[in-house]
């Protein structure tokens, strides 16, 4: 076969350098790696003052996150009741900002032992909070066979407490409906339409949160604390609400703590995980360290591939600090499972066992 080759673009041409490939100096990410490497948050922990710092940095993190702030009226509205051995079911909708509708399963255990208190349940990105109750999403009258530890209801029951199973915004029922083109991942769109606006989807989340907290006080049936269990990003979730809502008693967050430059800054995530300037002003771990002295379990697997182990053992040493300067480290319980990237509901379990053992009434 006659070779072909393309014809000659300029009338001379004298290479003047030895370079014969394209090195990482090229790579956008090299340079943020370095902008990084000279950053150091304006809000890191500061161990002279730490109620101090906590009270300045919440606030920071507040303005950040861009929370919407409305007039909060839940306005439920019952669409389903439904029943098994374990426990009684309902699904409720709320009134969001805007008149928008956040549905909610609330599911109380029939078990005669005394409950815990009312744990919000948060799926990650997943098809939605069907997940946590195993009912398939299109007919929630048939069972479902979820991945391990996505039954975050069962999790809940076997801990003896109520759980609350929130619709967040993009997931489930809340899918985009009205776009007609639209990213494959179902949070990108939304994500990058509330930075157009000057909001955050984790903001925004973090509203629908309180939409539901304010329903859980103002109902006689669920009782006191207030928890969050949540996974992947519904862990992060967690965290910031622990760190940034008084209401917000203790959390179980699973999969999503390491450090801001080894994880989100290193690793593809979705974009609903970036706020703009955060890591101007934090790293994880002085998030992390808001919630303190608040109970607060992280359970990973340390071969999670997008939130690095030695990442998380950062974290948990700085945090570990917080704790103990006010004298609460029997508080702050990391767990680590031999595995992936999933919920490690035994390991949750333990450590909730642990913090009660330590004589902790929340």
Request: aromatic letters at 10%; hydrophobic letters at 35%; a neutral charge.
């Amino acid at each position: 076969m006659k070779r072909t080759f393309a014809r000659k673009r300029f009338k001379s041409f004298r290479k003047k350098s030895n370079v014969t490939q394209i090195g990482q100096e090229y790579s956008p990410s090299w340079v943020h790696s370095r902008a990084a490497e000279d950053l150091s948050p304006r809000n890191a922990f500061d161990p002279s003052d730490v109620t101090g710092w906590q009270s300045k940095s919440r606030k920071k993190l507040r303005e950040l996150l861009k929370i919407p702030s409305f007039p909060i009226d839940a306005a439920p509205e019952e669409v389903w009741t439904a029943t098994d051995d374990r426990g009684i079911y309902k699904k409720v909708l709320l009134l969001g900002e805007y008149e928008s509708r956040i549905p909610i399963y609330v599911c109380s255990p029939r078990s005669t032992k005394t409950e815990q208190g009312t744990v919000i349940c948060l799926q990650g990105h997943t098809s939605g909070m069907h997940n946590s109750l195993g009912v398939r999403l299109d007919h929630e009258e048939r069972a479902l066979n979820v991945p391990v530890g996505r039954d975050l209801v069962n999790w809940c029951f076997a801990n003896n407490f109520s759980a609350v199973c929130l619709e967040q915004r993009c997931f489930g029922e809340r899918s985009e409906r009205i776009q007609k083109k639209r990213s494959p991942h179902p949070c990108h769109d939304t994500a990058m339409r509330a930075l157009l606006l000057g909001r955050t989807l984790m903001g925004e989340r973090i509203a629908d949160l309180e939409v539901c907290i304010r329903y859980i006080q103002g109902n006689c049936a669920l009782q006191y604390p207030i928890g969050i269990v949540g996974n992947s990003l519904g862990g992060t979730l967690a965290v910031y609400a622990l760190a940034v809502l008084d209401d917000v008693q203790f959390a179980v967050a699973g999969s999503c703590t390491s450090t801001l430059d080894k994880s989100i800054g290193n690793i593809y995530h979705c974009t609903d995980l970036y706020i703009p300037q955060l890591r101007e002003f934090f790293e994880f771990s002085d998030i992390v360290g808001l919630a303190a002295p608040k109970p607060l379990i992280l359970v990973q697997g340390i071969n999670d591939p997008i939130f690095p182990y030695d990442g998380l053992k950062e974290v948990e040493t700085e945090v570990g600090r917080i704790y103990d300067l006010l004298g609460a480290s029997d508080r702050f319980i990391v767990k680590v499972g031999q595995g992936g990237h999933r919920f490690y509901s035994d390991l949750a379990s333990q450590g909730l066992s642990e913090i009660f053992n330590s004589g902790h009434q929340f």
